[in-house]
């Protein structure tokens, strides 16, 4: 494991990312949702003068880490082959907006991402669902997606709104004739009764080795901010590994991972000041927990 995690990688520029042009609504598939290469916070970020330190809820250094993208929690270890993932949230508001409009005086692309998946954390793949609150250029833009990464994502051919309720599932369907791993999402807005089920994908050099619920500031031409909304709730987080199910917290020592989303100056200095998305402990059931917005970046 340790050898799998790596160092930041410090960006060339650590402005948001922009997309110049007509202001209408997010490109088509939106950005991309893979994740970033995290990095153990390590002892020094669990001394008492460390503000992040305190929220972290494992005293295991190797299980709190950073990331520059994604902010909740992973079940992680290599020899784990994940079948399924399954969890729900509520769309987040995006703070001070009106059904049309939302604050942005940088005039640019804030996004706020939403999901659950398998792969992604260690691996070069992610098999993913969610919904993500943008402010693309001052107007609100709500929408569900699905992405077999390297593939771009789907946007999904329904409106969601802020508020609504969100069941989803990342299934395994097996492997295809010549042994590459099938998968499938489902998305359900239980407020409105639509749902949507991607088509079964190969996704070549998927593992299955991790599962993922995830608040995350997505890329395109860089890191976009990361919108400011209301507090992400997941409920009904688990997972089917090797044959197992169980709540998404339940794995035991050293394989249920606390991460944080945090901006490019976090590497200086390792507080609270630098954090995007910060994840709260789990429930006493393993399968629910908070992720709060702190910061849109950059």
């Known amino acids: 494991m340790v050898a799998a995690i790596v160092g930041f990688y410090m960006m060339n520029s650590t402005e948001h990312a922009s997309v110049p042009g007509v202001v209408t609504s997010p490109p088509p598939g939106g950005p991309t949702h893979y994740g970033h290469p995290m990095s153990s916070l390590g002892s020094g970020a669990l001394g008492a003068a460390s503000a992040i330190a305190l ?8 299980q709190c880490l950073g990331s520059y993208n994604w902010g ?14 399954v969890g729900s949230w509520t769309v987040p508001a995006i703070a001070g907006s009106t059904s049309t409009t939302c604050p942005d005086p940088q005039m640019t692309w804030d996004s706020n991402s939403v999901w659950i998946g398998i792969d992604g954390a260690f691996s070069g793949t992610v098999e993913q669902t969610g919904t993500s609150s943008d402010c693309y250029y001052g107007q609100t833009s709500y929408y569900a997606w699905y992405e077999f990464y390297p ?9 969601v ?3 609504d309720h969100i069941t989803a599932d990342v299934i395994f369907t097996g492997n295809n004739a010549a042994s590459v791993p099938t998968f499938k999402t489902t998305l359900t807005d239980t407020t409105t009764g639509a749902t ?9 050099g998927a593992l299955r080795a991790s ?8 890329y395109y031409n860089g890191f976009l901010g990361l919108t400011h909304v209301t507090q ?20 035991g020592a050293y394989n249920v991972y606390w991460l944080v989303a945090v901006d ?35």
Do not use: R
């Open 55 to 62: 929220a972290c809820p494992y005293t295991i250094a190797t």
């Open 72 to 85: 909740g929690y992973v079940d992680y270890n290599a020899s784990y082959l994940v079948s399924k993932v």
């Open 151 to 159: 593939s771009g994502s789907v946007v999904l051919p329904f409106t």
């Open 161 to 163: 709104s802020a508020g």
């Open 196 to 204: 949507y089920t991607s088509p079964k994908t190969a996704v070549t």
């Open 211 to 218: 599962a993922e619920w995830i608040d995350e500031s997505p």
């Open 232 to 251: 992400v709730h997941f409920t009904a987080a688990t997972a089917i590994i090797n044959g197992v199910s169980g709540p998404a917290g339940s794995w």
């Open 264 to 298: 490019y100056n976090f590497p200086y200095s390792q507080t609270i000041a630098y954090v995007k998305a910060e994840p709260g402990a789990m429930n006493a059931g393993g399968n629910g927990f908070p992720v709060t917005w702190v910061s849109d970046g950059p």
